[in-house]
């Protein structure tokens, strides 16, 4: 038998935190919306909840779950992406210290750094984090208190090398934190790889059905837990409970997402390698990605986000107004397909910085659709 800790991830991503309802054997839990728990004398708390904002059974079966298939010890959750990035930053960072920042990270977390938290005297400095060399150059220049990787990165899927990463950071005395959004746990645990934090918009995949904003924290390391725990008290950007348990929801069905999310990827990322409009396309699944070899080594799958090259602006900006499956929205990650213009859309607050995205880039998220029809709207929208 296997015991619950030994759990392997799809059974952790659907029982994890969802014991029955003890009183009246919900096997589904209920959602908590009370914002008040009554107290056996004062102080006398029945299960350790007070208030909302400190603590909400729905909120604790999330983070229960976000933990377990993390494989983390400690995960907080909150009512944004942003809003967890900005939690650990403020939990980490005092003025002063440096951000090392991979260079094509998502457009809000350069502006959080950058805007918000620039002028409280965090310094930034960005590196193309897939390229070791650069890297270790950049920090022995001088050492980042904090270094914030994304892979496969926003839009460009470019790929680190976590545990390497883990090393060169860890020897600087740096906290390694990956953002694991578009990988997700089912396919890559940056954790187990050496990385001290990770974070998620849990608005996209983990969430998965773009009807719910959130955000996530997870880490090891208690010092750091303790702190990330006081300020998601003290500041107080939580999720609420509808929103913690619709997260919970998609993610009891994340591993047949991602593995047919990865799937169907995979079969338009092949079809647009075939197309004479197309100028290149950016798959860490395809064997002349840059980063395919340490993909294989540290993904167990490619994941649902391929990003295509036009032959100009114009071209990149036609193709994605000339798609009709895919709709032409921000975000990603949802069972729905996606078409993205990254130049001004996603990515329009990083224009002329280090940070910015080439204009002949589009960005898909694929779905899980039929994927023959998936396949024909993007030859049509090429075509167009
Ligand atoms: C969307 C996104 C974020 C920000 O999350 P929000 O939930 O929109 O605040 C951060 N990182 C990545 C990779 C994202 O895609």
């Excluded at 009246?24 to 839990?29: D, H, K, L, R």
């Excluded at 494989?71 to 907080?76: E, I, V």
């Excluded at 094509?104 to 060399?133: E, N």
């Excluded at 990603?332 to 910015?356: I, K, Q």
Aim: charged share 20%.
């Amino acid at each position: 038998m296997t015991t619950d800790a030994a759990r392997r991830f799809a059974s952790l991503a659907v029982h994890a935190g969802q014991d029955p309802d003890e009183s009246t054997g919900a096997v589904i839990p209920p959602v908590h919306f009370s914002t008040t728990f009554a107290q056996d004398g004062i102080g006398g708390l029945r299960q350790g909840y007070e208030y909302g904002r400190s603590g909400n059974p729905t909120r604790t079966a999330l983070q229960t779950q976000l933990a377990a298939i993390e494989g983390g010890a400690h995960a907080f959750s909150f009512a944004s992406g942003l809003a967890a990035e900005d939690t650990l930053l403020r939990a980490a960072l005092a003025p002063g210290d440096e951000v090392l920042l991979g260079s094509d990270v998502y457009g809000g977390t350069y502006r959080l750094l950058a805007r918000v938290l620039g002028p409280w005297g965090v310094r930034l400095r960005v590196v193309d984090m897939s390229d070791g060399d650069a890297v270790r150059a950049a920090v022995a220049e001088r050492a980042p208190r904090l270094m914030w990787v994304e892979t496969p990165s926003n839009p460009l899927l470019r790929i680190t090398d976590i545990a390497g990463l883990a090393r060169i950071g860890h020897d600087a005395g740096a906290l390694v934190v990956v953002d694991n959004t578009f990988a997700t746990p089912a396919l890559q645990r940056p954790l187990a790889l050496g990385a001290d934090v990770v974070v998620h918009s849990t608005t996209k995949y983990l969430g998965g059905h773009s009807d719910v904003v959130g955000g996530a924290l997870v880490v090891n390391d208690e010092a750091l837990a303790e702190k990330i725990g006081f300020l998601q008290f003290a500041v107080g950007a939580v999720s609420g409970p509808l929103d913690a348990w619709l997260t919970t929801r998609g993610i009891k069905t994340l591993a047949v997402r991602m593995q047919r999310h990865s799937e169907n990827a995979a079969a338009v990322a092949a079809f647009l390698t075939s197309s004479d409009r197309v100028a290149r396309v950016f798959y860490p699944g395809l064997a002349d990605h840059p980063g395919h070899d340490i993909a294989v080594r540290q993904m167990s799958g490619f994941g649902g986000i391929v990003s295509v090259a036009l032959e100009s602006g114009p071209a990149a900006r036609r193709f994605a107004e000339s798609t009709r499956l895919f709709q032409l929205a921000e975000s990603l990650g949802g069972v729905e397909s996606l078409v993205n213009y990254p130049d001004a859309m996603t990515h329009a607050s990083v224009r002329g910085t280090d940070a910015a995205v080439p204009v002949e880039v589009v960005r898909l998220s694929v779905g899980i659709e039929d994927v023959d029809d998936l396949v024909d709207d993007l030859d049509r929208a090429l075509r167009a």
